[in-house]
């Protein structure tokens, strides 16, 4: 059999277990979609904030470029003409906003999770992860030299087992974790991994706040920052293409580990940078992030709405946010109840194994701040019914 014709055969079997995906064809307008003809309500988006359909915050930044500073392309790594004025404001904001010593810019999650793990291990380096967490940091620990153990998914019992029971046979032990888990949106206990981290000198704690960044925290810094341990955690990473509407990603940490990054991170240095005026977008918006508390609460109260409805109708929901899984099991019996809700009007999709367990496949309600209550009330009456 030839390559061709293995792939094709791969496809076939993808295609027969309903777990094929194809790149859906959309026209986006605001807060709505149109695939099909079909005009819905976008309940799949990362636009946690709803920022992305903000004209007047873009007419606002806007103003503030001219044909001089509009700098659409970096032309190069930061390590050699790459490294604009933006990025170290940007740097400097952020650490300033979390008060940490130093703050490093990337060009995406992906990026960050699967460059800081390898240039900061060694042969002599334990990795303990959460078994949920994303496939960025899964990767980014297979490109390490360090061992890896995969704990049970919050289960800090069988964590502090493995702690103690390898603390001695390594140099440094690396805890990794999301904060806010991007599938079930159930979230970690950042207090008690920083309980845990202590009992020990030589081990770091790694928090990825990808889907907690903007929408947690009385200044929207993340769960962290809601549970006022940010100083306690050694590589603390968020990214900016979600609740922020913009791109990128960022380490805060210790300004001998941003320094260290700058030389050792492979996917840091060898990559062009990001345009500097979506670094500067960037900087417009996390400067605005503190006063934008009542989109949060909005956003926290549809969530809360949506949970109790799938609850009451059977369904068992780990949500504790604004990602709220509707845990179907079965990949087909899942689309065709997605298939149901994109006919009554919301855009909501089908999550299907790789991404998921055999036998767990749901439709992931991702919401976003700009959605009204009246109509989570009507998706929530619609589920009832299903």
């Not at 791969?10 to 995906?21: C, F, I, W, Y």
């Not at 793990?117 to 360090?146: E, F, M, Y």
């Not at 900087?283 to 109790?308: E, G, Y």
Request: with cysteine; hydrophobic share 45%; proline share 4%.
């Amino acid at each position: 059999m030839n390559i061709i014709d293995h792939i094709q055969e791969e496809l076939h079997t993808l295609e027969a277990s309903s777990n094929l995906r194809r790149l859906p064809q959309m026209v986006h307008d605001g807060r709505e979609v149109v695939v099909n003809g079909q005009r819905m309500l976008n309940l799949s988006s990362n636009d946690y904030l709803g920022l992305s359909a903000d004209l007047s915050l873009r007419r606002e930044f806007l103003a503030t470029l001219t044909p001089e500073t509009f700098l659409p392309t970096s032309s190069s790594s930061r390590l050699l003409t790459g490294n604009f004025t933006v990025y170290e404001e940007l740097e400097a904001e952020l650490a300033h906003l979390f008060g940490t010593e130093a703050a490093l810019v990337f060009n995406s999650g992906y990026h960050a999770n699967t460059g800081i793990l390898p240039a900061l291990s060694d042969a002599q380096t334990l990795i303990l992860a959460d078994k949920l967490v994303h496939a960025s940091l899964i990767d980014g620990i297979r490109l390490s030299p360090a061992r890896c153990i995969r704990y049970r998914h919050n289960d800090l019992l069988q964590l502090e087992r493995l702690l103690s029971q390898h603390q001695a046979s390594y140099r440094q032990i690396i805890i990794v974790t999301e904060s806010l888990f991007s599938m079930d949106g159930d979230k970690a206990d950042l207090t008690a991994l920083v309980q845990l981290k202590r009992l020990y000198p030589h081990v770091l704690l790694y928090v990825d706040e990808a889907h907690a960044f903007g929408v947690c925290g009385p200044h929207g810094l993340g769960l962290a920052e809601e549970e006022k341990c940010i100083a306690d955690i050694d590589l603390l990473v968020g990214t900016f293409g979600k609740a922020a509407a913009s791109a990128g990603a960022y380490i805060v940490c210790r300004k001998a580990i941003r320094e260290y990054l700058v030389n050792k991170m492979r996917t840091f240095i060898f990559t062009t940078a990001l345009p500097p005026v979506n670094v500067a977008w960037t900087l417009f918006i996390v400067r605005r992030l503190a006063r934008m508390q009542p989109l949060r609460q909005h956003l926290a109260a549809i969530s809360l709405l949506l949970r109790q409805a799938l609850l009451e109708r059977g369904y068992t929901c780990p949500s504790q946010s604004h990602i709220v899984p509707m845990i179907v099991g079965a990949s087909a019996d899942t689309i065709l109840r997605a298939e149901l809700l994109q006919r009554h009007g919301f855009y909501a999709l089908p999550v299907r194994p790789p991404t998921v367990p055999e036998g767990t496949s749901r439709i992931r309600f991702s919401l976003t701040a700009d959605i009204r209550r009246e109509e989570v009330e009507q998706l929530a009456d619609l589920i009832r019914n299903l």
